[in-house]
Protein backbone atom coordinates (compact mmCIF):
# COMPACT_ATOMS: atom_id res chain seq x y z
CA UNK A 1 0.00 0.00 0.00
CA UNK A 2 2.99 2.24 0.84
CA UNK A 3 4.73 0.93 -2.03
CA UNK A 4 1.36 1.81 -4.31
CA UNK A 5 0.78 5.52 -2.77
CA UNK A 6 4.63 6.59 -3.67
CA UNK A 7 4.61 5.60 -7.16
CA UNK A 8 1.14 6.96 -7.51
CA UNK A 9 1.92 10.02 -6.11
CA UNK A 10 5.53 10.70 -8.10
CA UNK A 11 3.47 9.79 -11.02
CA UNK A 12 0.78 12.39 -10.43
CA UNK A 13 3.26 14.92 -9.75
CA UNK A 14 5.38 14.64 -12.30
CA UNK A 15 2.30 15.01 -14.79
CA UNK A 16 0.93 17.25 -13.20
CA UNK A 17 4.27 19.40 -13.03
CA UNK A 18 4.66 18.40 -16.71
CA UNK A 19 1.26 19.81 -17.84
CA UNK A 20 1.70 23.01 -16.29
CA UNK A 21 5.43 23.74 -18.01
CA UNK A 22 5.85 26.62 -20.43
CA UNK A 23 8.91 24.73 -21.55
CA UNK A 24 7.83 21.60 -24.16
CA UNK A 25 11.27 20.09 -23.49
CA UNK A 26 10.80 19.65 -19.91
CA UNK A 27 7.41 18.89 -20.07
CA UNK A 28 8.32 16.12 -22.48
CA UNK A 29 10.72 15.03 -20.08
CA UNK A 30 8.54 15.12 -16.54
CA UNK A 31 5.99 13.42 -18.89
CA UNK A 32 8.70 10.37 -19.58
CA UNK A 33 9.20 10.31 -15.87
CA UNK A 34 5.49 9.98 -15.39
CA UNK A 35 5.81 7.17 -18.06
CA UNK A 36 8.06 5.32 -15.84
CA UNK A 37 6.38 5.86 -12.53
CA UNK A 38 3.45 4.18 -14.42
CA UNK A 39 5.88 1.23 -15.36
CA UNK A 40 6.80 1.31 -11.60
CA UNK A 41 2.91 0.21 -10.63
CA UNK A 42 2.80 -2.53 -13.46
CA UNK A 43 5.93 -4.00 -11.60
CA UNK A 44 4.14 -3.06 -8.19
CA UNK A 45 1.12 -4.84 -9.62
CA UNK A 46 3.29 -8.21 -10.64
CA UNK A 47 2.62 -7.46 -14.63
CA UNK A 48 6.17 -7.40 -15.66
CA UNK A 49 5.71 -7.65 -19.52
CA UNK A 50 3.75 -5.28 -19.63
CA UNK A 51 6.31 -2.81 -17.43
CA UNK A 52 8.83 -3.81 -19.78
CA UNK A 53 6.49 -3.16 -22.73
CA UNK A 54 6.08 0.38 -20.91
CA UNK A 55 9.20 1.07 -21.54
CA UNK A 56 9.90 0.13 -24.17
CA UNK A 57 7.34 1.66 -26.19
CA UNK A 58 6.85 5.03 -23.71
CA UNK A 59 10.14 5.89 -21.94
CA UNK A 60 11.90 4.92 -25.26
CA UNK A 61 10.07 4.93 -28.30
CA UNK A 62 6.84 7.82 -27.77
CA UNK A 63 9.14 9.92 -26.08
CA UNK A 64 11.93 10.30 -28.34
CA UNK A 65 8.91 10.76 -31.33
CA UNK A 66 7.87 13.56 -28.67
CA UNK A 67 10.79 15.06 -28.25
CA UNK A 68 11.85 14.80 -32.38
CA UNK A 69 7.90 16.11 -32.92
CA UNK A 70 9.17 19.43 -30.53
CA UNK A 71 12.30 20.21 -32.53
CA UNK A 72 10.79 20.03 -35.88
CA UNK A 73 8.36 22.47 -35.22
CA UNK A 74 10.27 25.42 -33.83
CA UNK A 75 11.30 28.43 -35.51
CA UNK A 76 14.29 29.69 -32.87
CA UNK A 77 15.37 28.69 -29.63
CA UNK A 78 13.31 31.34 -27.67
CA UNK A 79 10.35 29.55 -29.17
CA UNK A 80 10.43 26.72 -26.76
CA UNK A 81 9.06 28.57 -24.15
CA UNK A 82 5.63 28.52 -25.44
CA UNK A 83 3.00 31.58 -24.44
CA UNK A 84 0.65 30.84 -21.84
CA UNK A 85 -3.00 29.88 -22.41
CA UNK A 86 -5.73 32.48 -21.62
CA UNK A 87 -6.81 32.79 -18.33
CA UNK A 88 -10.57 31.86 -19.14
CA UNK A 89 -9.78 28.36 -20.45
CA UNK A 90 -7.59 27.40 -17.84
CA UNK A 91 -9.98 27.95 -15.44
CA UNK A 92 -12.55 26.06 -17.52
CA UNK A 93 -10.56 23.48 -18.48
CA UNK A 94 -9.96 22.81 -14.56
CA UNK A 95 -13.41 23.31 -13.15
CA UNK A 96 -14.31 20.73 -16.41
CA UNK A 97 -11.70 18.20 -14.78
CA UNK A 98 -12.66 19.05 -11.12
CA UNK A 99 -15.94 17.99 -11.87
CA UNK A 100 -14.80 14.74 -13.76
CA UNK A 101 -12.24 13.92 -11.09
CA UNK A 102 -14.84 14.59 -8.29
CA UNK A 103 -17.60 11.86 -10.23
CA UNK A 104 -14.95 9.54 -11.04
CA UNK A 105 -13.93 9.73 -7.12
CA UNK A 106 -17.42 9.67 -5.77
CA UNK A 107 -18.52 6.28 -8.30
CA UNK A 108 -15.22 5.02 -6.49
CA UNK A 109 -15.72 5.35 -3.29
CA UNK A 110 -19.39 4.28 -3.25
CA UNK A 111 -18.80 1.13 -4.87
CA UNK A 112 -18.56 -1.71 -2.50
CA UNK A 113 -15.85 -3.78 -4.36
CA UNK A 114 -14.70 -7.26 -3.54
CA UNK A 115 -11.06 -6.96 -2.22
CA UNK A 116 -10.31 -10.31 -1.69
CA UNK A 117 -7.00 -10.56 -0.75
CA UNK A 118 -6.36 -13.10 -2.82
CA UNK A 119 -2.93 -14.05 -4.39
CA UNK A 120 -1.77 -12.13 -7.80
CA UNK A 121 -2.35 -13.84 -10.72
CA UNK A 122 0.96 -15.20 -12.14
CA UNK A 123 1.07 -15.28 -15.72
CA UNK A 124 4.88 -16.79 -17.17
CA UNK A 125 6.13 -14.97 -20.46
CA UNK A 126 6.15 -18.55 -21.98
CA UNK A 127 2.24 -18.48 -21.10
CA UNK A 128 2.01 -15.21 -22.42
CA UNK A 129 3.42 -16.21 -25.66
CA UNK A 130 1.39 -18.94 -26.11
CA UNK A 131 -1.90 -16.90 -25.67
CA UNK A 132 -0.72 -14.75 -28.29
CA UNK A 133 0.34 -16.83 -31.22
CA UNK A 134 -2.41 -19.35 -29.66
CA UNK A 135 -5.84 -17.99 -29.10
CA UNK A 136 -5.10 -14.21 -30.51
CA UNK A 137 -2.88 -14.65 -33.67
CA UNK A 138 -5.76 -13.00 -35.62
CA UNK A 139 -5.60 -9.84 -33.06
CA UNK A 140 -1.75 -9.91 -33.57
CA UNK A 141 -1.93 -9.78 -37.23
CA UNK A 142 -4.46 -6.98 -37.46
CA UNK A 143 -2.80 -5.50 -34.70
CA UNK A 144 0.75 -5.49 -37.48
CA UNK A 145 -1.36 -4.58 -40.37
CA UNK A 146 -2.65 -1.41 -38.18
CA UNK A 147 0.92 -0.63 -37.03
CA UNK A 148 2.11 -0.64 -40.58
CA UNK A 149 -0.70 0.80 -42.12
CA UNK A 150 -0.53 3.66 -39.18
CA UNK A 151 3.90 4.36 -39.81
CA UNK A 152 3.26 4.09 -43.48
CA UNK A 153 0.43 6.72 -43.16
CA UNK A 154 2.39 9.20 -40.17
CA UNK A 155 5.41 9.14 -42.77
CA UNK A 156 3.26 10.35 -45.96
CA UNK A 157 1.73 12.75 -43.57
CA UNK A 158 4.76 14.17 -42.84
CA UNK A 159 6.90 14.18 -45.65
CA UNK A 160 7.57 17.34 -47.12
CA UNK A 161 5.34 17.67 -51.14
CA UNK A 162 8.36 18.66 -53.04
CA UNK A 163 6.72 20.41 -55.52
CA UNK A 164 4.52 22.96 -53.27
CA UNK A 165 7.17 22.94 -50.74
CA UNK A 166 9.92 23.94 -53.49
CA UNK A 167 10.99 27.63 -53.27
CA UNK B 1 -13.11 4.08 5.96
CA UNK B 2 -10.25 2.23 5.11
CA UNK B 3 -9.25 2.17 1.00
CA UNK B 4 -8.56 -0.86 -0.17
CA UNK B 5 -6.08 -1.81 -2.61
CA UNK B 6 -8.25 -1.93 -5.71
CA UNK B 7 -9.86 1.31 -4.77
CA UNK B 8 -6.50 2.96 -4.05
CA UNK B 9 -5.38 1.38 -8.14
CA UNK B 10 -8.97 3.40 -9.06
CA UNK B 11 -8.45 6.39 -7.67
CA UNK B 12 -4.71 6.66 -8.97
CA UNK B 13 -5.99 6.44 -12.35
CA UNK B 14 -8.68 8.30 -11.90
CA UNK B 15 -6.42 11.69 -10.57
CA UNK B 16 -4.13 10.69 -13.74
CA UNK B 17 -7.34 10.63 -16.17
CA UNK B 18 -8.25 14.01 -14.70
CA UNK B 19 -4.45 15.33 -15.25
CA UNK B 20 -4.46 14.20 -19.10
CA UNK B 21 -8.06 15.73 -19.29
CA UNK B 22 -7.23 19.81 -17.72
CA UNK B 23 -4.14 19.40 -20.07
CA UNK B 24 -5.67 18.38 -23.25
CA UNK B 25 -8.33 20.85 -22.35
CA UNK B 26 -6.27 23.81 -21.14
CA UNK B 27 -3.38 24.04 -23.33
CA UNK B 28 -3.61 25.25 -26.41
CA UNK B 29 0.07 23.75 -27.67
CA UNK B 30 -0.95 20.96 -29.85
CA UNK B 31 2.15 18.50 -28.81
CA UNK B 32 0.71 18.92 -24.73
CA UNK B 33 -2.75 18.12 -26.11
CA UNK B 34 -1.40 15.18 -27.74
CA UNK B 35 0.32 14.11 -24.39
CA UNK B 36 -2.50 14.64 -22.39
CA UNK B 37 -4.65 12.19 -24.70
CA UNK B 38 -1.67 9.83 -23.97
CA UNK B 39 -1.76 10.08 -20.06
CA UNK B 40 -5.65 9.88 -20.44
CA UNK B 41 -4.90 6.32 -22.31
CA UNK B 42 -2.27 5.48 -19.90
CA UNK B 43 -4.97 5.64 -17.06
CA UNK B 44 -6.97 3.31 -18.73
CA UNK B 45 -4.54 1.12 -18.69
CA UNK B 46 -3.57 1.54 -15.17
CA UNK B 47 -7.14 0.28 -15.03
CA UNK B 48 -7.05 -3.14 -16.89
CA UNK B 49 -3.94 -4.29 -14.65
CA UNK B 50 -6.07 -3.14 -11.76
CA UNK B 51 -8.68 -5.22 -12.06
CA UNK B 52 -6.51 -8.11 -13.12
CA UNK B 53 -5.04 -8.33 -10.04
CA UNK B 54 -7.67 -7.14 -7.76
CA UNK B 55 -10.77 -8.31 -9.70
CA UNK B 56 -12.80 -10.93 -9.42
CA UNK B 57 -11.64 -15.03 -10.80
CA UNK B 58 -9.34 -12.92 -12.43
CA UNK B 59 -7.97 -15.27 -16.09
CA UNK B 60 -4.16 -14.83 -15.47
CA UNK B 61 -3.41 -13.48 -19.00
CA UNK B 62 -6.70 -11.41 -19.72
CA UNK B 63 -5.99 -8.23 -18.49
CA UNK B 64 -2.21 -8.07 -19.87
CA UNK B 65 -3.51 -8.94 -23.44
CA UNK B 66 -6.01 -6.10 -23.28
CA UNK B 67 -2.76 -3.71 -22.37
CA UNK B 68 -0.45 -4.98 -24.75
CA UNK B 69 -3.10 -4.20 -27.64
CA UNK B 70 -4.30 -0.83 -25.94
CA UNK B 71 -0.12 -0.11 -25.91
CA UNK B 72 0.38 -1.11 -29.41
CA UNK B 73 -2.97 0.86 -30.74
CA UNK B 74 -1.54 3.87 -28.49
CA UNK B 75 1.91 4.03 -29.89
CA UNK B 76 -0.09 3.90 -33.53
CA UNK B 77 -2.34 6.76 -32.36
CA UNK B 78 0.93 8.53 -31.16
CA UNK B 79 2.87 8.79 -34.44
CA UNK B 80 -0.29 9.25 -36.65
CA UNK B 81 -0.89 12.26 -34.23
CA UNK B 82 3.03 13.56 -34.05
CA UNK B 83 2.95 13.44 -37.74
CA UNK B 84 0.13 15.40 -38.05
CA UNK B 85 1.38 18.01 -35.57
CA UNK B 86 4.44 18.15 -38.37
CA UNK B 87 2.17 18.51 -41.09
CA UNK B 88 -0.36 21.65 -39.50
CA UNK B 89 3.30 23.22 -38.42
CA UNK B 90 4.44 22.98 -42.03
CA UNK B 91 1.46 24.48 -43.27
CA UNK B 92 0.85 27.37 -40.52
CA UNK B 93 3.99 27.93 -39.62
CA UNK B 94 2.42 27.38 -35.80
CA UNK B 95 1.40 24.64 -33.91
CA UNK B 96 -0.98 26.24 -31.82
CA UNK B 97 -4.52 24.95 -31.84
CA UNK B 98 -6.44 28.26 -32.64
CA UNK B 99 -4.54 28.69 -35.61
CA UNK B 100 -5.26 25.54 -37.33
CA UNK B 101 -8.86 26.64 -37.74
CA UNK B 102 -9.71 25.82 -41.19
CA UNK B 103 -10.15 22.69 -43.26
CA UNK B 104 -8.97 24.17 -46.55
CA UNK B 105 -5.46 23.26 -47.76
Redesign the interface.
Given at each position: ?IT??FI?LV??AA??V??SQRN?IH??LL?VA??AG?AG??LW???E??AF??IL??VG??SM??L???L??R?SHAELA??P?SVK??L???V???A??GA??GA??STP????A?P????SVK??GA??LGR?TA?VLL?AV??TV??L???V??S?NSKE?AP | MSL?????????S??????????A?????T??V???V??ML?AA??NF??F???G?A????T???F???A??????????G??????V??HR?S??LQDANSLKG
Open positions: MLTATLAAAMLSALSWIFYAGAFVAQVYAVVVFAVLTRIAARIAAIAGGVLLFVLLASAAPPAIALQLHSILLALGAVIATD | SPLQLCLLFSALFCVGLIGLARSNILLLGELNNIIAWRYPPSPAGVLVIFIAVAAAEAAVLALVIAYRRIQ
